[in-house]
């Protein structure tokens, strides 16, 4: 589906604390997103299969996997939407993360963020009609 027909963009928000989850999804809900969470890679696995956001915002540091064990199993579970689905990963060490080549080519933001940063972030990849090879 090409980004300018997007009505209300689906975002899912992947973030082991629920206090980030609470605050995230609030903030988005109020800039007229659509908004599912979850906890774990294992239940974002099946939001993706059942409801197919545009955007992925997830938490780097999941429990005991990361940001890129999630974009991995994307990848292979779902191999036909990995090229619609924009990714941001939020982290408090961006070293990790380029340390990851499974990351390559992901946005990465580093907390603390402004709520500011992060809707201007997500304005731009939906305005974007270039999705990263993944």
Known sequence: MPIQSIN??????????PDIIYALSCILEKSSYEVRC?????????????????????????GNKTGGDLIEAIRQQFPEQIS???????????ITTKEDPRCNGILVLEKPIRFSVLIEALLFLLSSEETPAY
């Open 8 to 17: 209300t963009p689906r975002v899912l928000i992947i973030d082991d604390d």
């Open 84 to 94: 619609t689905i924009k990714f941001v990963l939020l982290t408090g060490n961006a």
């Open 38 to 62: 979850a906890s774990s890679v294992d239940i974002a696995l099946g939001i993706i299969e059942a409801w197919q956001p545009h955007i992925v915002l997830s938490d780097y540091q999941l």
